[in-house]
């Protein structure tokens, strides 16, 4: 199973050079923490700066500081992850944040799950996330020319 880091601008990817602190690390009983594809991620320390996404990546492991969710079948993952990685979510969800220091506040697993997001039916959710997905490629080969 690949080793994957996770950032808050590319998401989960393969763990770079620049990323790699295994020789931190002197617990060779280290429990990493599985993910599959279209799971949500996040860093609980750092969801004030966006550190949530989906999965694109598949199945892999990664450090036990990121939280990972898998997505019910009544959503799609496509929407859920245009959903809670908006700013309105993240906002609202950085309400439960808790912490004696900036760089210390957290957003606990528990605390996230309480923010609730309105699902349409699943065929909405997937034309919607199909949409933006379609919308986002073309910037992207608008940036390109």
Known sequence: MPLVSFTVENGVTPKTERYNREFLVRDENKKYKFTQLDDIVYNPANLKFGAIARNKYGAAVFSPIYVTYGVLSEAHPLFVELIVTSTNFIQRALRYQEGTVYERMAVKSFDLLRSEILLPTLPEQEAIGN??????????????K
Not at 131 to 144: K, V
């Open 131 to 144: 949409f933006f997905s379609d919308l986002d490629q073309l910037i992207t080969l608008h940036q390109r």
